[in-house]
Nanobody
Framework: QVQLVESGGGLVQAGGSLRLSCAAS????????MNWFRQAPGKEREFVAS????????FYAGSVKGRFTISRDNAKKTVYLQMNSLKPEDTAVYYC??????????WGQGTQVTVSS
């Protein structure tokens, strides 16, 4: 069983910043990459960013590239999403996901990010 626990969401004004964290635990945890997805009300869940545990290669959705930064701490099995220059359209529930780049079987419970205009 793999557990993913997100934290760091909240309410912020447009132009502000937030940092999300995702702590992974559980036996036989052997994902290749960690991902962040988000789901806004009435919309489908969409990919945000991904990072490989080994080597740290990163991938971003076009809508967040240049504003968001994904990073990881291998020793702590924790992944971060630094979100800068936030926009109202970034409002969503953000989910941590473990598996391969862009997809995986394990999900966190989600953390709400609300950006006010």
């Amino acid at each position: 069983q793999v557990q993913l626990v997100e934290s760091g969401g909240g309410l912020v004004q447009a132009g502000g910043s937030l940092r999300l964290s995702c702590a992974a635990s559980g036996r036989a945890f052997s994902s290749i990459a960690m991902n962040w997805f988000r789901q806004a009300p009435g919309k489908e869940r969409e990919f945000v960013a991904s990072i490989r545990w080994s080597g740290g290669m990163t991938f971003y959705a076009g809508s967040v590239k240049g504003r968001f930064t994904i990073s990881r701490d291998n020793a702590k099995k924790t992944v971060y999403l630094q979100m800068n220059s936030l926009k109202p359209e970034d409002t969503a529930v953000y989910y941590c996901n473990a598996g391969e780049v862009g997809r995986g079987d394990y999900w966190g419970q989600g953390t709400q990010v609300t950006v006010s205009s």
